[in-house]
């Protein structure tokens, strides 16, 4: 069983900063894309960032400039760097990873979320 466990999340004021860790662990493969989505009140999922086992990176337009994405494929995790903080940012994240649980079996996996307030 794989478990995709976050940290980092908080109450920060606007302009502040938030870093974000997600580590995968269990019993599989390897992990192929990692990555962030987030949600807020009464709205859909959105990606905020992802990257490739190789570090091929991708943002969602909102947070381009501001956050960045990387990853440490020897311990299977994800960090999330957030800068210039924003209300809007306010949101549960999600911790996503892609999962070869075998060579050829690639299963997405998702973290139990973590609340991020941006607000004075």
């Known amino acids: 069983q794989v478990q995709l466990v976050e940290s980092g999340g908080g109450l920060v004021q606007p302009g502040g900063s938030l870093r974000l860790s997600c580590a995968a662990s269990?019993?599989?493969?390897?992990?192929?894309?990692m990555g962030w989505h987030r949600q807020a009140p009464g709205k859909e999922r959105e990606l905020v960032a992802q990257?490739?086992?190789?570090?091929?990176?991708d943002y969602g337009d909102s947070v381009k400039g501001r956050f960045t994405i990387s990853r440490d494929n020897a311990k299977n995790t994800v960090t999330l760097e957030m800068n210039s903080l924003k209300p809007e940012d306010t949101a549960v994240y999600y911790c996503?990873?892609?999962?070869?649980?075998?060579?050829?079996?690639?299963?997405?996996?998702w973290g139990q979320g973590t609340q991020v307030t941006i607000s004075s």
């Open positions: 990257i490739s086992s190789d570090g091929v990176t």
């Open positions: 996503k990873a892609l999962i070869f649980t075998t060579p050829i079996s690639l299963t997405p996996y």
């Open positions: 269990g019993s599989f493969f390897s992990a192929n894309a």
